[in-house]
């Protein structure tokens, strides 16, 4: 959800692509914004106001006067919007905002708005080629309007060239990345590894572990929600990953390794939440090994280091984080883990502590660094992501 909690007007006026912004509305809410839209007396030919609100959960506007003698308020609406956007941009409604011109309600909350705003022209080839329209285009990107589009390809004339309306995955993503520059992580990128892994034993059965991968999605997803590109190497998980987040998935630590050592050189940083075997069998059976010996014993060889083997490809600016089970001795190893392996800094939790480890919604954690010991109470998976991710954006400012 990238833009929870975020007020966007979206604005929509008379073009024939305004059946698009029904989309475009749809797109918003699901990442979690407060959408209420604005429509022009013209936009209620080519869409319904009822499908507007329906799909932003708001009544929509349509006048400054109301037919019971009440109005519109543009300044309450002009001030609580994040953003505006006025997709599609009909030539008219650009000339008004050009020229200050206040016929519709959708001018004069453009006129009051504080907020950054946003435009998505759509129109027939020849409309926006006119000198008046370029000539308006360049006024409101002089003052500050941000210009989106529009594209080129075939237009509802018939004709082919530029005017068509940006796609509405499209303009979402211009409105996600516009708050994204304000996140503390925007431009970063995090490699996070996930979940179990599997060691094969013969075709049918394998060696692995009770993680669920629930921690590294939730510490993949701060991250994604702090403004990073994320790349999760994940071992068969339990749960979905959310949108957004690059996945590579994998079974066994040997792949799990490949795959995060391809990605980690150009990462800002790596998360380590993996419950990775430290041990597969020597060789896998090609067959299914059949019940006949009273004791079966199973060679098994140490797989790779993935955490080490970072930590020696680890440059100065990146962030390495790594997590530690231990069930004794737990601060102590996990000191001598971060030196050994080059870390920034260690996730402790103890499988002693009631509502920490596998499978459950909570953790209780606490940070070990270059003289730092920090406890934290018992939390949600996705509360104690969210320390783990405010103490990567203090390493790297470091
Ligand atoms: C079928 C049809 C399609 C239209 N498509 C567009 C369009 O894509 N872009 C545009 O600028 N005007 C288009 N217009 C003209 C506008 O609807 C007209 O200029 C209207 O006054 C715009 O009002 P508004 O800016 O208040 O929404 C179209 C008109 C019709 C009848």
């Not at 305004?18 to 809410?29: E, M, S």
């Not at 300044?75 to 941009?89: H, Q, R, S």
């Not at 909350?109 to 000198?131: E, G, K, Q």
């Not at 089970?325 to 502590?353: C, G, P, R």
């Amino acid at each position: 959800m990238r833009l929870s909690g975020k007020h966007i007007l979206l604005g929509i006026t008379g073009s024939i692509s305004a059946y698009k912004a029904a989309d475009l509305c749809r797109l918003l809410v699901k990442e979690g914004a407060d959408v209420r839209v604005i429509m022009t007396p013209a936009a209620t030919g080519f869409i319904s106001p009822l499908t507007l609100s329906v799909l932003s959960k708001n009544p929509v506007g349509l006048h400054m006067i109301l037919p019971d003698d009440t109005w519109n308020n543009h300044v309450e609406l002009g001030l609580w919007a994040d953003l505006m956007i006025v997709a599609p941009a009909s030539a008219n409604t650009m000339a008004h905002f050009a020229t200050g011109t206040c016929e519709s309600l959708l001018d004069a909350v453009y006129l009051s708005a504080r907020c950054p705003v946003m435009i998505a022209p759509a129109m027939d080839h020849d409309m926006f080629l006119h000198d008046a329209t370029q000539e308006n285009l360049v006024a409101l990107r002089d003052r500050g309007n941000i210009i989106v589009g529009p594209a080129s390809g075939e237009l509802a004339s018939g004709l082919i060239g530029e005017g068509r309306l940006v796609e509405p995955q499209e303009i979402a993503n211009a409105v996600i990345d516009f708050f994204k520059k304000d996140l503390p992580l925007n431009g970063t990128s995090f490699l996070v590894t996930a979940g179990p892994t599997r060691e094969p034993i013969d075709p049918v059965r394998f060696i692995s572990n009770h993680s669920t991968g629930k921690m590294g999605v939730a510490i993949a997803n701060a991250l994604f929600d702090a403004g990073a590109d994320v790349t999760l190497v994940a071992g068969p998980l339990q749960i979905d990953i959310p949108k957004g987040i690059k996945h590579i998935p994998v079974s066994t630590a040997a792949q799990m390794f490949e795959a995060a050592k391809s990605v980690f050189a150009s990462q800002s940083g790596a998360v380590l939440t993996a419950a990775v075997a430290d041990y597969t069998p020597e060789t896998v059976a090609t067959d299914k090994v059949k019940k006949k010996e009273a004791q079966w014993t199973l060679p098994l060889v140490k797989t790779v280091d993935i955490a080490e083997e970072l930590g020696k490809m680890k440059s100065p600016k990146q962030v390495l984080v790594g997590f530690a089970l231990e069930t004794s001795n737990e601060i102590a190893n996990a000191q001598a883990k971060l030196k050994k392996k080059n870390l920034d800094l260690i996730v402790l939790n103890s499988l002693k502590d009631e509502g920490a480890g596998f499978g459950t919604d909570t953790n209780k954690i606490t940070f070990i660094g270059d003289n730092l010991i920090q406890e934290f109470p018992l939390k949600s998976k996705v509360g104690v992501a969210g320390d783990i991710v405010a103490k990567i954006i203090q390493l790297l400012h470091a």
